[in-house]
């Protein structure tokens, strides 16, 4: 009687935050329909953080600007992750003006010692220079109003955290459910005893491995039940096993609703989207110019649009397939790749108030007005 009651609570919660989901998209769909459309800037009209910012949100402007930092000579790729100034400086002219997040990655590099990259980027992504930009894009009416999508978020990111939270207690079930059957009673002990323990050994490892290969909540959830199906045959009463296993199946039914309906709602508006699809043009015209500084240029833009995981697919794949063949986007495509696969990673969420920037002082109004954004002019390589 207790397993049924578990079943059937668990999935009406499931139908519930199945409902939340449908009903949070509708909501952002409104919400979007009454924003601009029609974009007041184009695509050249934004420096290539604002063009990060909008593309990826706060990952990929620390991004930029980890790329701006590596053409700029000043810093070098350092193994799997991390980053240093190079042994010897490349003969390059500094570039008059450096920009804001130029001087304060410069500033946080020490000479002699490699730091992580994540730790330079997330630096960048924080500063009050993006906070300036983000102002900036939302008084351009390309993303919407973070009062107006308080609640959507709110709701939403609650129904994702119960979520995960039954994805925790299925995690924690598994490495149960391999205790239970290798204690049950069977003659001969043998095998199957030894396999069990092998199994409940290398679920830590598993569980590491499904991170590193599908990433967050959902890996952790793929390893729980390839070991619950794995320890399923081998139970003695498996009844609690096989709804421990449907239940895990119908997390991943309902992770895939999350998806459909729009993942991490994004911020952009309807004329944040046009001028995404104007830079992608952009950045094509851009490339086949011969002069170093558009190159220069094209390879940040190329960054802000593609994110170092973009950057390093082959350039026969994916989108601006022309472009990404352009001297300077292959400097950085290369940068990108010897910063590893763990540097970089999808389109990132405005936290709180804002895709992009934690919560706190960053978003309040300075004397009563909205802070100015400069315009960024990149330099060449």
């Given at each position: 009687?207790a397993v049924e009651?578990v079943?059937?609570g668990?999935v009406?919660?499931y139908?519930?935050?199945?409902?939340c989901?449908?009903?949070?998209?509708?909501r952002h769909?409104?919400?979007?329909a009454?924003?601009?459309?029609?974009?007041?800037?184009?695509?050249d009209?934004?420096s290539?953080?604002?063009l990060?910012?909008?593309?990826?949100?706060?990952?990929?402007?620390?991004?930029?600007?980890l790329a701006?930092?590596?053409l700029s000579g000043?810093?070098?790729?350092h193994?799997?992750?991390?980053?240093?100034r190079?042994?010897?400086?490349e003969?390059?002219?500094p570039?008059?003006a450096?920009?804001p997040?130029?001087?304060l990655?410069?500033a946080?590099?020490p000479a002699?010692r490699?730091?992580?990259?994540?730790h330079?980027?997330?630096?960048?992504?924080r500063?009050?220079?993006?906070?300036?930009?983000?102002w900036?894009?939302?008084r351009?009416g390309?993303?919407?109003?973070?009062?107006r999508?308080?609640r959507v978020?709110l709701?939403?990111?609650?129904?994702?955290g119960?979520?995960?939270l039954?994805g925790?207690?299925?995690v924690?079930?598994a490495?149960a459910?391999a205790v239970v059957?290798?204690m049950?009673p069977?003659?001969p002990?043998?095998v199957?005893?030894v396999l069990l323990?092998?199994?409940l050994?290398?679920y830590?490892?598993l569980?590491?491995l499904?991170r590193r290969?599908?990433?967050?909540?959902r890996?952790?959830v793929?390893?729980?039940l390839?070991v619950?199906a794995?320890a399923?045959?081998?139970?003695h009463?498996?009844r609690?096993?096989?709804a421990?296993?449907?239940l895990?199946v119908?997390?991943f039914?309902l992770?895939a609703a999350y998806?459909?309906?729009?993942g991490r709602?994004?911020?952009r508006t309807?004329?944040?989207?046009?001028?995404l699809?104007?830079a992608?043009?952009?950045l094509?015209?851009?490339a086949v110019?011969?002069?170093?500084?558009?190159a220069?240029?094209?390879?940040l833009?190329?960054?802000a649009?593609l994110g170092?995981?973009?950057?390093?697919?082959?350039p026969?794949?994916?989108r601006c397939v022309g472009?990404?063949?352009?001297?300077?986007?292959?400097l950085v495509?290369?940068?990108?790749?010897a910063?590893?696969r763990g540097?970089?990673?999808?389109e990132?969420?405005?936290?709180?108030?804002f895709p992009?920037i934690?919560?706190g002082?960053?978003?309040r109004r300075v004397g009563g007005?909205?802070?100015?954004?400069g315009?960024?002019?990149?330099h060449?390589?």
């Amino acid at each position: 009687m207790a397993v049924e009651a578990v079943v059937l609570g668990t999935v009406l919660c499931y139908l519930a935050l199945a409902g939340c989901y449908a009903a949070t998209r509708c909501r952002h769909a409104r919400i979007l329909a009454t924003g601009p459309r029609r974009p007041a800037v184009g695509a050249d009209d934004l420096s290539p953080y604002e063009l990060g910012l909008l593309a990826g949100g706060q990952r990929r402007l620390g991004e930029v600007a980890l790329a701006d930092l590596y053409l700029s000579g000043r810093a070098v790729a350092h193994g799997q992750g991390m980053v240093t100034r190079p042994w010897q400086q490349e003969r390059r002219p500094p570039p008059e003006a450096p920009g804001p997040f130029t001087r304060l990655l410069d500033a946080r590099l020490p000479a002699g010692r490699a730091v992580p990259a994540d730790h330079l980027m997330s630096a960048a992504s924080r500063s009050d220079a993006a906070t300036a930009a983000l102002w900036r894009l939302r008084r351009l009416g390309l993303l919407v109003a973070p009062e107006r999508m308080r609640r959507v978020t709110l709701v939403r990111n609650g129904a994702w955290g119960l979520q995960a939270l039954i994805g925790a207690a299925g995690v924690a079930f598994a490495a149960a459910a391999a205790v239970v059957a290798m204690m049950s009673p069977r003659e001969p002990v043998g095998v199957v005893f030894v396999l069990l323990v092998l199994v409940l050994l290398g679920y830590p490892f598993l569980l590491h491995l499904t991170r590193r290969l599908v990433g967050g909540v959902r890996g952790a959830v793929l390893a729980a039940l390839v070991v619950t199906a794995l320890a399923t045959p081998a139970a003695h009463a498996p009844r609690e096993l096989v709804a421990a296993l449907g239940l895990l199946v119908g997390w991943f039914a309902l992770y895939a609703a999350y998806l459909l309906t729009g993942g991490r709602l994004g911020w952009r508006t309807r004329a944040g989207d046009r001028v995404l699809a104007d830079a992608w043009s952009c950045l094509e015209r851009a490339a086949v110019a011969a002069d170093r500084g558009a190159a220069g240029d094209a390879a940040l833009r190329a960054t802000a649009l593609l994110g170092f995981r973009g950057l390093r697919r082959r350039p026969g794949r994916g989108r601006c397939v022309g472009a990404q063949r352009c001297p300077g986007i292959a400097l950085v495509r290369s940068f990108a790749a010897a910063c590893g696969r763990g540097v970089g990673g999808p389109e990132g969420a405005l936290a709180d108030g804002f895709p992009g920037i934690a919560a706190g002082a960053g978003w309040r109004r300075v004397g009563g007005r909205t802070p100015a954004a400069g315009r960024h002019r990149p330099h060449g390589e």
